[in-house]
């Protein structure tokens, strides 16, 4: 007898999987010669000998009826009781290949899906989907799919596959990427400058700078709240006629690729109405002895006074005084282009002050001879005189008086547009009621004394000024072995710099390369906008540099741009040292740069709007007090000219402790 034990009857197997066929035989079993196992009427295999099973591997789905059927040696048999059996299709499964969970993507990234199921052949299609949205599909193994983000924030993302024939799906778990939001766009605005003065009647340029400019789709100018102007692409440029006098706010709105995709910038100016200017005065305050006098040359737009005395800073002045009467304070400010037929008690300059009483209170910036800019002060009548004195360099000479709430700041310049700091007051400014210019001429007989580009309304109304400051005389070179000369121009109305250079190299030991250059006697900066360089090599360089001398093996620090990778910083610490060099990938906008000196720290800084920096890098070198400051240029090609195209050039001095 025998009887089929396993699988029990009913069992439930998958397709692919293996079935044994266990049996048992019972009763005389002396004379048993095989036990064979069939599926349905079809033989599946057979023993000889215990134990007595098979393994069979269904090859289809579908429903089973196993027997086993013993045979003795007399030929004699017993099929066993059938056992049914199920085989199944597997269900089918999905899992994650791509993205991980929690992944992050930045805005504009393709996120790259990939899911795979159990078995491809029975797919017909993947579909993925966002926040339960389809956003991309694939119909053929390996199921891979792309898809980008339309707008920042948290997506939960599904794989969902249809199965072939039967139309049914199955989805994966979910998980979440997230997209961050980029940094909002920059918007800075280039004009009206901050607490610039206008007056009514004037054609005010309204100017911004939006980036980065591939992401910007629209700018709106808007003052005092009302739309005044909308651009759909750079420049945004507008000049508008200021009519009225009041308070304007002028903003700026620029809108990107997606709703929440904004930024802003507004600046605050008064427009003030013009008023008719009293005609300046002329007193010679103290003991002016030959009389002096002042002119005006139409011509040549120039104030000239006629001084002797004694001068500021002594028991009393003794001063030839040109000036006007003011109800509130006013920043002033005039070039002294000569001071002539004098000794060494000479002064002009310009002057704050109370009264035309020689003991009243004042404040002035004068030059002296012997190159000195002096800042005197007396604080209240018949006090004495405070005095802080600066060397500057010979020739015309810049100064400037600033009121500043109670206080008052003195300035001077070489050009008028890099101010050095001179010195303060803390006596109020709205005390002086008279500003103008002073000469006297010492022990001399009189002074000559010739002022331009006069910033006094009253005399300012006589003799307008027309231009703009003149632009500080700049040195060009070509530095070491440079085969092929260079040049350079500077665009006085535009103030940019043109450089043409060869040169093989600023780096090594000595270096080749075009250097156009002034003096920056101690602390200060250089700050420069490289708006474009021809690319002759992939380390063609232009950039900013302080540096000892014009020697080729000087001591320097440089930052600027080269095409590979972007950003260079070198610097050399000792004469005929081998120089180190940085190499930092470009932000697609720092082409602003800047060189800050501390005593010997040198600070190199890389930005995108000339108003927010980046620090990049610090070096310790003992330059010279005495040192150069300028823009540096090398083709890396010795016999190929390159250009690079400079904008925005400022070299400052850093101003002393406040006295």
Do not use: C
Not at 57 to 66: D, I, Q, V
Not at 435 to 459: E, K, N, Q
Not at 535 to 562: C, N, Y
Not at 598 to 612: D, I, Q, V
Request: no cysteine; aromatic share 8%.
């Amino acid at each position: 007898m025998v009887a089929v034990t396993s699988p029990t009857n009913g069992s439930t197997f998958t397709l692919g999987e293996t079935v044994t066929v266990h049996a048992l035989t019972y009763g005389d079993t002396s004379t048993l010669t095989k036990v064979e196992f069939f599926r349905g009427s079809t033989k599946i295999g057979e023993r000889t000998s215990s134990p007595w099973s098979v393994s069979w591997a269904p090859s289809s789905a579908g429903n089973y009826s196993l027997t086993a059927r013993t045979t003795n040696s007399a030929g004699i048999t017993h099929t066993s009781t059938p056992v049914s059996i199920s085989v199944q299709v597997a269900p089918l499964t999905i899992a994650w290949d791509a993205p991980a969970n929690n992944a992050s993507f930045t805005y504009g990234q393709s996120v790259v899906f990939k899911a795979t199921p159990s078995d491809p052949s029975r797919v017909s299609r993947i579909d993925y989907l966002a926040d339960g949205a389809v956003v991309a599909s694939s119909t053929t193994a390996p199921f891979e799919a792309s898809w980008t983000p339309e707008t920042p924030g948290t997506y939960t993302v599904t794989a969902r596959l249809t199965e072939t024939g039967t139309g049914q799906t199955v989805s994966t778990n979910n998980r979440t990427i997230t997209v961050p939001a980029p940094s909002p766009l920059t918007v800075s605005i280039l004009s009206p400058a901050v607490d610039a003065g206008h007056s009514e009647g004037e054609l005010i340029r309204l100017e911004a700078e939006v980036g980065p400019s591939e992401r910007v789709l629209a700018v709106t100018f808007r003052l005092n709240g009302q739309l005044l102007a909308a651009f759909d692409s750079a420049p945004y440029l507008l000049e508008v006629p200021f009519e009225e006098p009041g308070d304007y706010t002028f903003e700026v709105i620029a809108e990107g690729d997606w709703p929440e995709d904004r930024g802003s910038a507004s600046i605050s100016f008064e427009v003030v109405p013009v008023l008719s200017q009293p005609e300046p005065q002329l007193a010679g305050i103290g003991s002016t002895n030959p009389a002096g006098g002042a002119e005006i040359d139409d011509e040549d737009r120039h104030l000239i006074i006629h001084g002797s005395g004694s001068g500021l800073g002594h028991d009393g002045d003794n001063i030839e005084f040109v000036f006007e009467e003011r109800p509130e304070p006013t920043e002033i400010s005039a070039r002294l282009f000569g001071l002539t037929n004098t000794d060494a008690g000479a002064q002009g300059g310009l002057m704050f002050r109370r009264s035309t009483d020689p003991h009243a209170a004042y404040v002035a910036v004068v030059r002296e001879s012997q190159n000195r800019i002096v800042f005197l002060r007396r604080s209240v009548a018949n006090g004495p005189t405070e005095r802080t004195e600066r060397t500057t360099a010979t020739g015309p000479v810049w100064m400037k008086l600033v009121p500043e709430g109670a206080d008052t700041l003195a300035y001077f310049s070489p050009n008028g547009r890099q101010w050095i700091f001179l010195g303060r007051t803390a006596f109020d400014a709205r005390a002086f009621h008279l500003a103008g210019a002073a000469v006297s001429s010492g022990t001399a007989p009189l002074a000559l004394g010739v002022f331009d580009h006069v910033r006094i309304p009253t005399i300012e109304a006589q003799i307008p000024v027309t231009g703009e400051p003149v632009t500080e005389i700049f040195q060009a070179k070509d530095v070491g072995e440079v085969t092929l000369a260079g040049s350079t121009e500077h665009d006085t109305e535009t103030d940019r710099f043109t450089i043409r250079a060869a040169g093989s190299q600023i780096w090594g030991t000595a270096d080749a390369f075009r250097f156009v250059h002034r003096s920056l006697e101690g602390d200060g900066s250089i700050v420069a906008r490289m708006a474009s360089l021809e690319a002759t090599h992939a380390w063609a360089k232009a950039g900013i540099m302080i540096r000892a001398s014009d020697a080729p093996d000087a001591p320097h620090v440089f930052i600027g741009f080269e095409p590979i990778p972007g950003i260079a910083i070198i610097h050399r610490e000792v004469q005929g040292g081998l120089s180190e060099k940085r190499e930092i990938p470009i932000n697609g906008s720092s082409r602003w740069f800047k060189l800050v000196r501390e005593g010997n720290t040198f600070t190199a800084y890389a930005g995108g709007n000339g108003l927010t920096w980046e620090e990049l890098a610090s070096f310790e070198i003992d330059l010279p007090h005495a040192a150069r400051a300028g823009l540096a240029v090398t083709s890396q090609v010795p016999n190929h000219l390159t250009t690079a195209v400079f904008e925005e050039v400022v070299i400052e001095q850093a101003p002393p402790p406040l006295q």
